[in-house]
């Protein structure tokens, strides 16, 4: 069972290249979400989906965009990096969002734009 | 936004060594949750809290859901090498505006092994 599959594990882009993160989950869960992880700052939440179709902003969406074609899959997309943007970057998944639902984390992506 | 403090922001421990940390809030909080990260890895949950006053333990683990609902506590009982890492709390509060039902995270707790 490989729960939260995030690729790649690491990125080097330049400023206002673009690219997309992935993330795939295999437990069927409606609810995934994407966080960024700054030194001193916690887990930010990015962007999130209750299910295929359905996404919606979470606390720090400026700068990247997400679809959720289907259960499995949420990739989140950089359309013009920013040095700002240099973070690690965690998919987070759930059965759904919600009271006995914790989230289930993948190993993140170190994303640094220079 | 809604913030969750949680303390201290680090500590330094001794195998053996008992430790305790928390997270507290101004806002009421449906569901409280602790995760450990270790380095380059994902967190990974550790304790779930659905109820005001619940006391749960998980070996050596045990976290609490404060009455007030603002506020949870993990401790970690004799301390052993592996328990180096950050822990983060996360808590669902009763309300968060568009993004309701989500997750909110302590900024973390970083546990080291003393020199």
């Known amino acids: 069972n490989a729960g939260v599959t995030q690729t790649p594990k690491f990125q080097v882009l330049k400023t206002g290249q673009s690219m997309t993160l992935q993330c795939a989950q295999d437990?069927?869960?409606?609810?995934m979400s994407w966080y960024r992880q700054d030194p001193g700052m916690g887990l930010r939440l990015i962007h999130y989906s209750v299910g295929a179709g359905i996404t919606d902003q979470g606390e720090v969406p400026n700068g990247y965009n997400v679809s959720r074609s289907t259960t499995e899959d949420f990739p989140l997309r950089l359309l013009s990096a920013a040095p700002s943007q240099t973070s690690v970057y965690f998919c987070a998944s759930s059965y759904q969002l919600g009271v006995g639902s914790p989230l289930h984390f993948g190993n993140g992506t170190r994303l640094t734009v220079t | 936004g809604q913030q969750l403090n949680q303390s201290p922001q680090s500590m330094f421990i001794q195998e053996g060594e008992d430790v305790s940390m928390n997270c507290t809030s101004s806002?009421?909080?449906?569901?409280w949750l602790w995760y450990k990260q270790d380095p380059g890895e994902g967190p990974v949950l550790l304790i779930a809290l659905y109820k005001a006053g619940e006391l749960t333990s998980n070996g050596r683990l045990t976290a609490q859901f404060g009455i007030t609902r603002k506020d949870s506590f993990l401790n970690i009982s004799a301390s052993i090498p592996s328990d180096v890492g950050i822990y983060f709390c996360a808590g669902q509060p009763v309300s968060y505006g568009g993004s309701q039902g989500n997750l909110i995270f302590g900024k973390g707790t970083k546990l080291s092994v003393k020199p």
């Open positions: 437990m069927n869960h409606e609810y």
């Open positions: 806002s009421i909080f449906n569901t």
